[in-house]
């Protein structure tokens, strides 16, 4: 019942005990006996039938309820008290189509969707707590970065992306838009920042690891009869390759103590860890509630 419709009915209550009053009241003296109470008590249910009667019709007036709520969005993980929406997913897996090891076309799971999710979540948390200088990305590293993804992507070079018209027609079809892509980039690449100056400096790669590399990796993915490059000409391509390794070997250490730590629950019973997965003492991730 409305709020106005109960107003309504209380000041009619209201009345009906002052009128009750007003009858002991003002009530002549010659005017007593039941003839007066039935007149009197029928007065009042009248009153309160019209009372009733505007109540309901206010609740008639008003639009209908809908049967059941409309869900917009719903939670699906809590990574140290920041939600993770059902629409991150969705995002997460409409924008894996810019990354190269996404050429196969196979979409990202829900579930792949969301580790991803709670990684990079977590990373931020720790790049906001370390408070690192200058790592936000310039505008130029995000205009080559796209450049990048337009004119090297596979399934970008088939939809010719390196044109306006393909581009827009690329976007269309995945459901982004520029300024989603934009931000994206400009996300992914302050963390590949936050990762080069949290665990690249320090680590030194000798000329031994750089031969050896040469020597182990390399010549053997020759065929006999083809030339391979000299050692001297691709030493500094390898030394990035060891450095990169080492770098990702810090970082996954980093990440996986970082989950162990942090407070990880998974909301949607359809994306929980699996059984298998090891309990976290810690209580880092659990399942839904």
């Known amino acids: ?70 869900v917009l969005d719903r939670a699906v993980a809590v990574v140290n008290k920041h939600v993770i929406l059902a629409s991150d997913l969705d995002d997460e897996i409409r924008l894996s189509v810019l990354d190269p090891d996404t050429a196969s076309q196979v979409e990202l799971t829900r579930q792949q969707a969301l580790d991803q999710l709670i990684s990079r979540t977590l990373i931020e948390q720790q790049i906001r707590q370390e408070d690192m200088p200058a790592i ?51 996300y992914r690449l302050e963390i590949l920042r936050f990762i080069e100056q949290r665990f690249r400096q320090g680590i030194q790669v000798s000329p031994q690891q750089i031969e050896a590399y040469y020597h182990d990796t390399l010549l053997p993915q020759y065929a006999p009869g083809e030339t391979a490059p000299p050692l001297d000409q691709v030493a500094p391509r390898i030394q990035e390759i060891l450095l990169q390794q080492q770098v990702n070997v810090l970082f996954d250490n980093w990440l996986t103590n970082l989950r162990q730590q942090g407070d990880v629950e998974v909301l949607d019973p359809e994306l929980a860890p699996s059984a298998e997965t090891p309990a976290n003492p810690n209580g880092a991730e659990r399942g839904s509630r």
């Open 1 to 70: 019942m409305t709020t106005r419709a109960l107003i309504r009915i209380g000041f009619t209550r209201r009345m009906a005990v002052v009128l009750s009053g007003a009858r002991r009241v003002f009530a002549p003296l010659e005017v007593e006996g039941p003839a007066f109470d039935f007149s009197w008590s029928k007065t009042i249910r009248h009153l309160l039938l019209l009372a009733s009667l505007a109540g309901a019709v206010t609740l008639h007036g008003q639009a209908p309820s809908p049967a059941s709520p409309v």
């Open 136 to 186: 936000e990305p310039s505008q130029e590293e995000v205009n080559a970065r796209l450049h990048e993804i337009r004119t090297e992507v596979p399934i970008c070079v088939r939809q010719n992306c390196a044109s306006d018209a393909g581009w827009k027609a690329f976007l269309a079809a995945h459901g982004l838009t520029a300024e989603h892509v934009e931000s994206y980039l400009r």
